[in-house]
């Protein structure tokens, strides 16, 4: 099943949402992007959405401005429904994000070694 994103732009009226499928989805303002987000203080080639087995994840490409991951900088993030991704001016918003929650997610990958 795919990932869902809904993109608010402020040249834009209304929300636009967009499905992501398996693979990479590269974003900026660049000819080459999968998605163009053509506003000032987006990067030409600003960053990536990847999706696979399941899982989102962002990650900027050394923007000028960086991405934001709800109100925090970051340069690669999973991402999980109801996340805020903020790209210059952009917000997108994750309404269908990696399939386990944040806590599943965390406590799946600290799990305690058992000693031989």
Do not use: W
């Not at 163009?36 to 401005?65: K, P």
């Amino acid at each position: 099943m795919p990932a869902l994103i809904q993109i608010r732009s402020p040249h834009s009226p209304s929300p636009r949402p967009l499905k992501l499928g398996k693979g990479q989805t590269l974003f900026g303002r660049g000819l080459g992007c999968s998605l163009c987000l053509d506003s000032q203080g987006v990067s030409r080639d600003h960053g990536a959405f990847s999706y696979y087995i399941g899982v989102l994840v962002v990650e900027d490409h050394d923007s000028t401005n960086g991405i934001f991951v709800n109100g925090t900088k970051v340069k690669r993030q999973v991402l999980y429904t109801g996340d805020r991704v903020k790209v210059g001016p952009v917000e997108i918003y994750i309404q269908k994000g990696s399939a386990a929650s944040g806590a599943d997610f965390r406590s799946a990958t600290s799990a305690p070694q058992t000693p031989k």
